[in-house]
Protein backbone atom coordinates (compact mmCIF):
# COMPACT_ATOMS: atom_id res chain seq x y z
CA UNK A 1 0.00 0.00 0.00
CA UNK A 2 1.21 3.41 -1.16
CA UNK A 3 1.82 6.03 1.56
CA UNK A 4 -1.49 8.78 0.87
CA UNK A 5 0.96 11.10 3.76
CA UNK A 6 3.21 11.64 1.53
CA UNK A 7 1.72 12.96 -1.77
CA UNK A 8 1.04 16.44 -2.74
CA UNK A 9 -1.31 18.09 -0.82
CA UNK A 10 -4.65 18.74 -3.03
CA UNK A 11 -3.93 22.71 -2.07
CA UNK A 12 -1.06 22.37 -4.32
CA UNK A 13 -3.33 20.25 -7.12
CA UNK A 14 -2.67 17.16 -5.90
CA UNK A 15 -5.42 14.62 -5.63
CA UNK A 16 -7.82 15.11 -1.80
CA UNK A 17 -7.48 12.17 0.24
CA UNK A 18 -11.35 11.38 0.01
CA UNK A 19 -13.82 11.37 -2.89
CA UNK A 20 -16.92 13.01 -1.00
CA UNK A 21 -16.87 15.33 1.74
CA UNK A 22 -16.74 14.27 5.75
CA UNK A 23 -18.45 16.60 8.08
CA UNK A 24 -17.32 17.73 10.87
CA UNK A 25 -19.53 16.70 13.90
CA UNK A 26 -22.14 14.58 12.83
CA UNK A 27 -24.83 13.44 14.64
CA UNK A 28 -25.12 9.55 15.33
CA UNK A 29 -28.76 8.40 14.59
CA UNK A 30 -30.06 5.46 14.71
CA UNK A 31 -33.36 3.45 13.99
CA UNK A 32 -35.17 3.25 16.96
CA UNK A 33 -35.05 7.45 17.91
CA UNK A 34 -36.34 6.94 14.28
CA UNK A 35 -39.50 5.37 15.32
CA UNK A 36 -39.86 7.00 18.03
CA UNK A 37 -39.87 10.05 16.71
CA UNK A 38 -42.50 8.44 14.38
CA UNK A 39 -44.40 7.40 16.73
CA UNK A 40 -44.74 10.59 18.43
CA UNK A 41 -45.78 12.41 15.52
CA UNK A 42 -48.88 9.76 15.34
CA UNK A 43 -49.79 10.24 18.44
CA UNK A 44 -50.75 13.77 17.58
CA UNK A 45 -49.01 14.86 21.41
CA UNK A 46 -46.43 16.88 19.74
CA UNK A 47 -45.40 19.71 22.16
CA UNK A 48 -44.36 18.84 25.72
CA UNK A 49 -46.00 15.54 27.31
CA UNK A 50 -45.08 12.59 28.76
CA UNK A 51 -41.93 11.46 26.70
CA UNK A 52 -40.01 14.97 28.09
CA UNK A 53 -41.25 13.33 31.46
CA UNK A 54 -39.43 10.57 30.46
CA UNK A 55 -36.21 11.78 29.01
CA UNK A 56 -35.81 14.27 32.52
CA UNK A 57 -36.58 11.36 34.57
CA UNK A 58 -34.07 8.75 32.65
CA UNK A 59 -31.52 11.77 32.25
CA UNK A 60 -31.85 12.21 36.98
CA UNK A 61 -31.15 8.82 36.63
CA UNK A 62 -27.92 8.49 34.25
CA UNK A 63 -26.78 11.40 36.03
CA UNK A 64 -27.68 10.16 39.47
CA UNK A 65 -28.96 14.10 40.14
CA UNK A 66 -32.62 14.23 42.37
CA UNK A 67 -34.03 16.80 39.73
CA UNK A 68 -33.60 17.15 35.87
CA UNK A 69 -35.20 19.90 33.87
CA UNK A 70 -35.71 19.42 30.27
CA UNK A 71 -35.67 22.82 28.54
CA UNK A 72 -35.22 23.39 24.75
CA UNK A 73 -31.45 24.58 24.72
CA UNK A 74 -28.04 24.54 27.51
CA UNK A 75 -27.97 28.10 26.65
CA UNK A 76 -31.73 28.67 27.96
CA UNK A 77 -30.72 26.43 31.16
CA UNK A 78 -27.26 28.49 31.40
CA UNK A 79 -29.62 31.44 31.68
CA UNK A 80 -32.48 30.30 33.86
CA UNK A 81 -29.69 28.75 36.49
CA UNK A 82 -28.16 32.03 36.89
CA UNK A 83 -31.27 33.48 37.60
CA UNK A 84 -32.25 30.74 39.95
CA UNK A 85 -28.77 31.25 41.48
CA UNK A 86 -29.66 34.53 42.28
CA UNK A 87 -27.75 36.55 39.67
CA UNK A 88 -29.35 39.91 38.83
CA UNK A 89 -28.40 43.10 36.51
CA UNK A 90 -25.12 44.53 37.50
CA UNK A 91 -24.08 41.36 38.91
CA UNK A 92 -20.65 39.73 37.75
CA UNK A 93 -20.32 36.44 36.79
CA UNK A 94 -16.62 34.34 36.13
CA UNK A 95 -16.93 32.53 32.76
CA UNK A 96 -14.09 31.01 31.03
CA UNK A 97 -13.02 33.05 27.64
CA UNK A 98 -12.07 29.74 26.30
CA UNK A 99 -15.64 28.60 25.66
CA UNK A 100 -18.15 28.70 22.74
CA UNK A 101 -19.91 32.39 23.62
CA UNK A 102 -23.31 30.91 24.92
CA UNK A 103 -21.40 30.69 28.57
CA UNK A 104 -21.00 34.07 28.43
CA UNK A 105 -24.25 35.60 26.54
CA UNK A 106 -26.38 33.85 29.06
CA UNK A 107 -24.99 36.38 31.66
CA UNK A 108 -25.22 39.39 28.86
CA UNK A 109 -29.15 38.10 29.12
CA UNK A 110 -29.65 38.65 32.48
CA UNK A 111 -27.83 42.40 32.46
CA UNK A 112 -25.43 40.55 34.49
CA UNK A 113 -21.41 41.53 33.39
CA UNK A 114 -19.44 38.15 32.28
CA UNK A 115 -15.98 38.64 33.62
CA UNK A 116 -13.39 36.46 31.78
CA UNK A 117 -10.72 34.66 32.91
CA UNK A 118 -7.86 32.72 31.16
CA UNK A 119 -7.75 28.54 30.88
CA UNK A 120 -4.80 26.40 32.08
CA UNK A 121 -2.67 25.69 28.80
CA UNK A 122 -2.77 22.13 28.53
CA UNK A 123 -6.56 20.81 30.00
CA UNK A 124 -8.16 24.23 28.03
CA UNK A 125 -10.12 24.26 31.21
CA UNK A 126 -10.90 27.32 33.62
CA UNK A 127 -7.68 28.45 35.78
CA UNK A 128 -9.11 28.89 39.61
CA UNK A 129 -5.95 31.50 40.07
CA UNK A 130 -7.48 33.03 37.48
CA UNK A 131 -10.88 32.85 39.05
CA UNK A 132 -9.58 33.96 42.67
CA UNK A 133 -7.80 37.16 41.10
CA UNK A 134 -11.34 38.16 39.26
CA UNK A 135 -13.52 37.83 42.36
CA UNK A 136 -15.04 40.88 43.41
CA UNK A 137 -17.98 42.13 46.17
CA UNK A 138 -20.41 41.43 42.95
CA UNK A 139 -19.05 38.26 41.89
CA UNK A 140 -22.38 36.29 42.45
CA UNK A 141 -21.38 32.67 40.45
CA UNK A 142 -18.76 31.16 38.85
CA UNK A 143 -19.19 29.32 35.41
CA UNK A 144 -16.50 26.17 35.05
CA UNK A 145 -16.81 24.59 31.47
CA UNK A 146 -15.63 20.75 31.51
CA UNK A 147 -14.09 21.70 27.97
CA UNK A 148 -14.42 19.19 25.91
CA UNK A 149 -15.26 16.76 28.43
CA UNK A 150 -12.26 17.19 30.45
CA UNK A 151 -13.47 17.75 34.23
CA UNK A 152 -12.54 21.39 35.51
CA UNK A 153 -10.79 21.85 38.33
CA UNK A 154 -13.59 21.33 40.56
CA UNK A 155 -11.97 21.20 44.20
CA UNK A 156 -10.59 24.38 43.97
CA UNK A 157 -13.44 26.02 42.61
CA UNK A 158 -15.64 24.52 45.11
CA UNK A 159 -13.42 26.07 47.99
CA UNK A 160 -13.30 29.43 46.19
CA UNK A 161 -17.03 29.06 46.33
CA UNK A 162 -16.93 28.09 49.61
CA UNK A 163 -14.84 30.91 50.77
CA UNK A 164 -16.47 33.76 49.26
CA UNK A 165 -19.83 32.39 49.45
CA UNK A 166 -20.72 31.84 45.55
CA UNK A 167 -22.58 29.69 43.74
CA UNK A 168 -21.71 27.33 41.07
CA UNK A 169 -22.84 26.59 37.86
CA UNK A 170 -21.31 24.03 35.53
CA UNK A 171 -21.50 24.08 31.85
CA UNK A 172 -21.34 20.56 30.90
CA UNK A 173 -22.41 21.08 27.13
CA UNK A 174 -19.56 18.80 26.98
CA UNK A 175 -19.68 16.56 29.19
CA UNK A 176 -22.76 14.12 29.75
CA UNK A 177 -20.54 10.95 30.69
CA UNK A 178 -17.64 13.22 32.45
CA UNK A 179 -16.85 12.25 36.46
CA UNK A 180 -14.80 14.53 38.59
CA UNK A 181 -12.76 11.82 40.76
CA UNK A 182 -15.50 9.45 40.84
CA UNK A 183 -18.28 12.16 41.11
CA UNK A 184 -20.83 12.38 38.01
CA UNK A 185 -20.39 15.90 36.29
CA UNK A 186 -23.98 16.77 36.91
CA UNK A 187 -23.79 16.35 41.26
CA UNK A 188 -21.18 18.59 41.78
CA UNK A 189 -22.29 22.48 41.77
CA UNK A 190 -25.34 24.11 42.27
CA UNK A 191 -26.78 23.41 38.98
CA UNK A 192 -25.69 22.26 36.20
CA UNK A 193 -26.65 22.48 31.96
CA UNK A 194 -26.25 20.22 29.66
CA UNK A 195 -26.39 20.35 25.78
CA UNK A 196 -27.77 18.23 23.11
CA UNK A 197 -26.85 20.23 19.84
CA UNK A 198 -26.77 18.32 16.80
CA UNK A 199 -22.40 17.83 17.34
CA UNK A 200 -23.11 17.02 21.23
CA UNK A 201 -22.58 13.47 22.14
CA UNK A 202 -26.59 13.07 23.20
CA UNK A 203 -28.40 14.62 20.25
CA UNK A 204 -32.10 15.69 20.36
CA UNK A 205 -31.50 18.23 17.42
CA UNK A 206 -31.78 21.17 20.00
CA UNK A 207 -32.18 20.36 23.31
CA UNK A 208 -30.94 21.19 26.54
CA UNK A 209 -30.95 19.77 30.86
CA UNK A 210 -30.39 21.49 33.99
CA UNK A 211 -30.00 19.31 36.60
CA UNK A 212 -29.56 20.43 40.53
CA UNK A 213 -30.40 19.22 43.99
CA UNK A 214 -32.30 22.08 44.57
CA UNK A 215 -35.66 21.05 44.47
CA UNK A 216 -37.33 24.91 44.79
CA UNK A 217 -34.32 25.73 41.47
CA UNK A 218 -35.48 22.75 39.59
CA UNK A 219 -39.10 23.73 40.20
CA UNK A 220 -38.84 27.43 39.29
CA UNK A 221 -36.46 26.66 36.28
CA UNK A 222 -39.66 24.43 35.26
CA UNK A 223 -41.94 27.06 35.25
CA UNK A 224 -39.96 29.85 34.27
CA UNK A 225 -38.79 27.31 30.81
CA UNK A 226 -42.72 28.00 30.40
CA UNK A 227 -44.02 31.73 30.17
CA UNK A 228 -44.20 31.12 34.19
CA UNK A 229 -47.21 28.91 33.89
CA UNK A 230 -48.71 27.24 37.38
CA UNK A 231 -47.02 23.70 37.40
CA UNK A 232 -48.30 21.30 34.91
CA UNK A 233 -50.07 24.05 32.65
CA UNK A 234 -48.58 21.72 30.32
CA UNK A 235 -51.34 19.55 30.54
CA UNK A 236 -54.07 21.80 29.89
CA UNK A 237 -55.56 20.19 26.80
CA UNK A 238 -55.49 16.33 27.67
CA UNK A 239 -58.28 14.24 28.13
CA UNK A 240 -58.46 15.21 32.13
CA UNK A 241 -60.11 18.00 31.05
CA UNK A 242 -59.38 21.99 30.28
CA UNK A 243 -57.64 23.51 33.09
CA UNK A 244 -56.88 27.35 33.91
CA UNK A 245 -52.96 28.52 34.70
CA UNK A 246 -51.35 31.06 36.02
CA UNK A 247 -49.14 33.29 35.40
CA UNK A 248 -47.19 34.20 38.42
CA UNK A 249 -44.41 36.15 36.68
CA UNK A 250 -43.41 36.83 32.84
CA UNK A 251 -41.44 33.33 32.24
CA UNK A 252 -39.79 32.20 28.87
CA UNK A 253 -40.58 29.70 26.34
CA UNK A 254 -37.64 27.38 26.49
CA UNK A 255 -39.35 24.55 27.08
CA UNK A 256 -38.37 20.69 24.98
CA UNK A 257 -41.34 19.03 23.23
CA UNK A 258 -41.96 15.08 22.83
CA UNK A 259 -40.11 15.12 19.36
CA UNK A 260 -37.10 16.01 21.12
CA UNK A 261 -37.44 13.85 23.69
CA UNK A 262 -38.47 11.06 21.44
CA UNK A 263 -34.15 11.10 20.07
CA UNK A 264 -33.16 11.77 23.85
CA UNK A 265 -34.57 9.16 24.81
CA UNK A 266 -32.79 6.96 22.87
CA UNK A 267 -29.54 8.34 22.22
CA UNK A 268 -29.42 8.41 26.38
CA UNK A 269 -29.60 4.77 26.61
CA UNK A 270 -26.16 4.37 23.75
CA UNK A 271 -24.18 7.00 25.65
CA UNK A 272 -22.13 4.50 26.64
CA UNK A 273 -22.12 2.38 23.99
CA UNK A 274 -21.01 5.60 21.86
CA UNK A 275 -18.33 6.96 24.44
CA UNK A 276 -16.78 3.41 24.24
CA UNK A 277 -16.47 3.68 20.49
CA UNK A 278 -15.01 7.14 20.98
CA UNK A 279 -12.82 6.48 23.55
CA UNK A 280 -11.23 3.78 20.87
CA UNK A 281 -11.11 6.10 18.56
CA UNK A 282 -9.38 8.56 21.13
CA UNK A 283 -6.46 5.88 21.64
CA UNK A 284 -6.04 5.90 17.41
CA UNK A 285 -5.69 9.74 17.39
CA UNK A 286 -2.92 9.50 19.97
CA UNK A 287 -1.22 7.15 18.54
CA UNK A 288 -1.24 8.37 14.84
CA UNK A 289 -0.53 11.72 15.31
CA UNK A 290 2.69 11.30 18.04
CA UNK A 291 5.03 11.98 15.77
CA UNK A 292 3.28 15.45 14.64
CA UNK A 293 4.43 19.10 15.08
CA UNK A 294 1.21 19.54 17.48
CA UNK A 295 0.48 19.20 21.31
CA UNK A 296 -1.67 16.00 22.24
CA UNK A 297 -4.36 16.47 24.57
CA UNK A 298 -3.10 15.80 28.33
CA UNK A 299 -3.53 12.77 30.07
CA UNK A 300 -7.02 12.16 32.33
CA UNK A 301 -6.14 12.36 36.08
CA UNK A 302 -6.79 8.71 38.26
CA UNK A 303 -10.78 9.17 38.97
CA UNK A 304 -11.55 10.80 36.38
CA UNK A 305 -13.72 10.21 33.17
CA UNK A 306 -13.28 12.30 30.11
CA UNK A 307 -16.31 12.51 28.43
CA UNK A 308 -14.17 12.64 24.93
CA UNK A 309 -16.49 15.28 23.23
CA UNK A 310 -13.92 17.01 21.30
CA UNK A 311 -10.68 15.45 20.12
CA UNK A 312 -8.46 19.07 19.43
CA UNK A 313 -5.48 19.24 18.03
CA UNK A 314 -2.93 22.21 19.24
CA UNK A 315 -1.01 22.94 16.56
CA UNK A 316 3.09 23.71 17.38
CA UNK A 317 3.28 26.67 14.65
CA UNK A 318 6.66 27.64 15.81
CA UNK A 319 7.53 24.02 13.94
CA UNK A 320 4.80 24.81 11.14
CA UNK A 321 4.97 26.87 8.05
CA UNK A 322 1.44 27.45 7.86
CA UNK A 323 -0.99 29.14 10.39
CA UNK A 324 -3.62 27.05 11.77
CA UNK A 325 -6.71 28.85 9.30
CA UNK A 326 -4.11 27.90 6.44
CA UNK A 327 -4.03 24.67 7.88
CA UNK A 328 -7.52 23.92 8.54
CA UNK A 329 -8.03 24.95 4.58
CA UNK A 330 -5.88 22.78 3.15
CA UNK A 331 -7.39 19.63 5.54
CA UNK A 332 -11.00 20.81 3.72
CA UNK A 333 -9.46 20.82 0.51
CA UNK A 334 -8.63 17.07 1.08
CA UNK A 335 -12.49 16.82 2.31
CA UNK A 336 -11.43 16.52 5.61
CA UNK A 337 -14.10 19.04 7.71
CA UNK A 338 -12.53 20.73 10.86
CA UNK A 339 -14.10 22.40 13.54
CA UNK A 340 -12.55 25.68 15.86
CA UNK A 341 -13.02 25.00 19.55
CA UNK A 342 -12.76 28.15 20.43
CA UNK A 343 -11.71 31.53 19.26
CA UNK A 344 -12.01 32.85 23.10
CA UNK A 345 -14.86 34.99 23.73
CA UNK A 346 -12.60 38.25 24.57
CA UNK A 347 -11.44 37.93 21.19
CA UNK A 348 -15.45 38.17 19.66
CA UNK A 349 -15.98 42.31 19.11
CA UNK A 350 -18.93 42.65 21.30
CA UNK A 351 -16.92 41.24 24.36
CA UNK A 352 -13.54 43.25 22.98
CA UNK A 353 -15.70 46.78 22.78
CA UNK A 354 -18.15 46.62 25.24
CA UNK A 355 -15.84 45.43 28.28
CA UNK A 356 -12.17 46.45 26.81
CA UNK A 357 -10.13 43.05 26.69
CA UNK A 358 -7.06 42.95 24.83
CA UNK A 359 -6.41 39.58 22.94
CA UNK A 360 -2.55 39.81 24.84
CA UNK A 361 -4.56 39.85 28.22
CA UNK A 362 -5.77 36.54 28.65
CA UNK A 363 -3.07 34.73 27.04
CA UNK A 364 -3.36 31.66 27.16
CA UNK A 365 -6.89 31.50 25.74
CA UNK A 366 -5.08 34.11 22.68
CA UNK A 367 -2.72 31.02 22.56
CA UNK A 368 -4.90 28.30 21.60
CA UNK A 369 -7.49 30.46 19.61
CA UNK A 370 -4.72 30.76 17.19
CA UNK A 371 -3.37 26.94 17.14
CA UNK A 372 -6.67 24.48 18.46
CA UNK A 373 -7.95 22.26 15.55
CA UNK A 374 -10.36 19.46 15.91
CA UNK A 375 -10.82 16.75 14.35
CA UNK A 376 -13.99 14.50 13.01
CA UNK A 377 -15.01 12.61 16.02
CA UNK A 378 -18.15 11.33 15.95
CA UNK A 379 -19.26 7.47 16.99
CA UNK A 380 -20.34 7.05 13.56
CA UNK A 381 -16.99 7.47 11.77
CA UNK A 382 -16.72 4.67 9.50
CA UNK A 383 -12.89 2.74 10.18
CA UNK A 384 -12.49 4.08 6.81
CA UNK A 385 -13.48 7.28 7.84
CA UNK A 386 -10.89 7.29 10.51
CA UNK A 387 -8.10 5.75 8.46
CA UNK A 388 -8.79 9.34 6.09
CA UNK A 389 -9.28 11.78 8.79
CA UNK A 390 -5.02 10.24 10.45
CA UNK A 391 -3.87 10.08 6.49
CA UNK A 392 -5.12 13.60 5.67
CA UNK A 393 -4.08 15.14 8.91
CA UNK A 394 -0.25 13.37 8.50
CA UNK A 395 -0.03 15.03 5.25
CA UNK A 396 -0.96 17.95 5.33
CA UNK A 397 0.82 18.73 8.75
CA UNK A 398 4.18 16.78 7.49
CA UNK A 399 4.12 18.72 4.48
CA UNK A 400 3.77 22.45 6.47
CA UNK A 401 6.74 20.93 8.82
CA UNK A 402 9.53 23.29 9.22
C1 LIG B 1 -22.91 23.86 22.60
C2 LIG B 1 -22.47 24.67 23.78
C3 LIG B 1 -23.34 25.50 24.48
C4 LIG B 1 -24.72 25.81 23.98
O1 LIG B 1 -25.51 24.71 23.85
P1 LIG B 1 -26.94 24.89 23.13
O2 LIG B 1 -27.65 23.62 23.50
O3 LIG B 1 -26.65 24.99 21.66
O4 LIG B 1 -27.58 26.09 23.67
C5 LIG B 1 -22.90 26.13 25.63
N1 LIG B 1 -21.65 25.96 26.06
C6 LIG B 1 -20.77 25.19 25.41
C7 LIG B 1 -19.40 25.03 25.97
C8 LIG B 1 -21.14 24.53 24.23
O5 LIG B 1 -20.25 23.79 23.57
Known sequence: MTDRSREPL??????????????FGSPDLREPEIAEVTDVLRSGWIGTGPRVH????DFASYVGAPHAVALGSCTAGLHLSLIALGVRPGDEV??????????????????????????????????????????????????????AGRAAEMDALLALAKEHDLRILEDAAH???????????????????????????????EGGMVTTEDEEVAAWIKVAGLHGMSKDAWKRYS??????????????????????AALGIHQ????????????????TYMEAFRDLPVFLPAPVPTGDKHAYH????????????????????????????????????????????????????????????????????SSKLAESDVRDVVDGVRKVLLAAEK
Not at 176 to 204: H, L, M, Q
Not at 333 to 355: D, K, S
Request: proline share 5%; with cysteine.
Open 54 to 57: RFES
Open 268 to 283: LARVEECWKKREQLWK
Open 10 to 23: AIDGGSPIRDDYLI
Open 310 to 377: LFILVLDTDRLRMSRDEVQQALHRENIGTGIHYRGVHLHPYYAERFGYEPESIPNTHYISERTISLPF
Open 175 to 205: ATETIYRGRKVGTIGDCTAFSFYVTKNVVTG
Open 94 to 147: IVPSMTFAATANSVCHVGATPVLVDCDRDTHNIDPEAVRAAITERTKVIVPVHF
Open 239 to 260: DDGFRHYQIGFPGFKYNMTDIQ
